[in-house]
């Protein structure tokens, strides 16, 4: 059975950084998508990036673009985000998903079927 489970959250300062990080254990499909989302108190999930474990293709949200880098190791077993100029807004619980039979990041946001979740790490930028 898949499991994810998430790390590195935490409390940073505003201009502070940290990585996050999305460690996979059980069996998946040959190619899927992992996807990093986040949820703020009284504001829906958004999805902040993806990256495709067959093509190696990423996709950022506007909002963290040249902040926030998603990377894999060579394996595909642990997906990091490294989050750079953090801001207050940035504040949340992240969630990383795996999205199974999936090429590529085109709507992972909005990916109903074969989503598997891990249960957050919580991250709060604050001076």
């Known amino acids: 059975q898949l499991r994810l489970v998430e790390s590195g959250g935490g409390l940073v300062q505003p201009g502070g950084s940290l990585r996050l990080s999305c460690a996979r254990s059980g069996s998946t499909s040959d190619y899927y998508v992992t996807g990093w989302f986040r949820q703020a108190p009284g504001k829906v999930r958004e999805g902040v990036s993806c990256i495709s474990n067959s093509e190696g293709s990423t996709d950022y949200a506007d909002s963290v673009k040249g902040r926030f880098t998603i990377s894999k190791d060579t394996a595909g077993n642990t997906v990091y985000l490294q989050m750079n100029s953090l801001e207050p807004e940035d504040t949340a619980v992240y969630y990383c998903?795996?999205?199974?039979?999936?090429?590529?990041?085109?709507?992972?946001?909005?990916?109903?079927?074969?989503?598997?979740w891990g249960q957050g790490t919580q991250v709060t930028v604050s001076s």
């Open positions: 998903a795996v999205m199974a039979f999936k090429r590529d990041c085109t709507d992972y946001e909005t990916r109903k079927e074969l989503v598997y």
